[in-house]
Each structure stands twice: as C-alpha cells, then as structure tokens.
C-alpha cells in the first residue's frame, strides 16, 4: 500500500503558477504510476496528468497541455505538478493518485488517493 499526502495549494492570480507535491510513504512507490486529477464543484473528477513509475512518459488532459508539468523522484518518494498560467477554469480539488495497473485511466482505476488540496484561481 501506499499514503498520499498532497500540498502546495492555494490562491492565485490568473496567469500565475503554483507547484503542487505529493508524498508517498510505505513501500514500492517507484511500483506505482501516479496521476492527478481534479474536481471543481458540482462536477466529477477529471483526469489531470499521469507519470509512469519509471519516468519515463507523461501524460496530460487536452486542457492542461503545454501548460502543466507532472514529474516525480522516486528516491524521495514524491510527485509534482508544476501549473503555469493558471486559468479560473483550473480551479479544483486536486488529488494525487497511485496506480500499478493503469497510467492514463479513470479514477475509478487508481487505487489509492491523497485527501486532496485547494487551487482557487482569481480572474
């Protein structure tokens, strides 16, 4: 199993950035592709970004591209997203996800899940 811790959140202006962190903590994190989605309210939870467990490939949602950077260090047990201009429209919930089965799938998919933390964004 593992633990998610998320951080990073926060308010920010349009057009700014903010960098998101997760911990893991408990074995084999570098075993899991990890991913992170998010939800605004009245909305279901949408896929974010995804990073296999070697690093290796990244992938992101149409509307994050370009502007969004996953990353992770398996040595610290830790995965990151990276926001740059922010849109009021990417203000969310976020959630860091592990998965050792999927890496761009559903959430139902992904097994285990930080308790999330808040990006508001003002226009």
């Known amino acids: 199993q593992v633990q998610l811790v998320e951080s990073g959140g926060g308010l920010v202006q349009a057009g700014g950035s903010l960098r998101l962190s997760c911990a893991a903590s408990?074995?084999?994190?570098?075993?899991?592709?990890m991913g992170w989605f998010r939800q605004a309210p009245g909305k279901e939870r949408e896929f974010v970004a995804a990073?296999?467990?070697?690093?290796?490939?990244?992938y992101y949602s149409d509307s994050v591209k370009g502007r969004f950077g996953i990353s992770r260090d398996n040595a610290k047990k830790t995965v990151s997203l990276q926001m740059n201009s922010l849109k009021p429209e990417d203000a969310a919930v976020y959630y860091c996800?592990?998965?050792?089965?999927?890496?761009?799938?559903?959430?139902?998919?992904?097994?285990?899940w930080g308790q999330g933390t808040q990006v508001t964004v003002s226009s």
């Open positions: 408990g074995r084999s994190f570098s075993n899991y592709n």
């Open positions: 990073i296999t467990w070697t690093g290796r490939s990244t």
């Open positions: 996800a592990a998965s050792n089965t999927v890496v761009r799938g559903s959430a139902t998919e992904y097994a285990y």
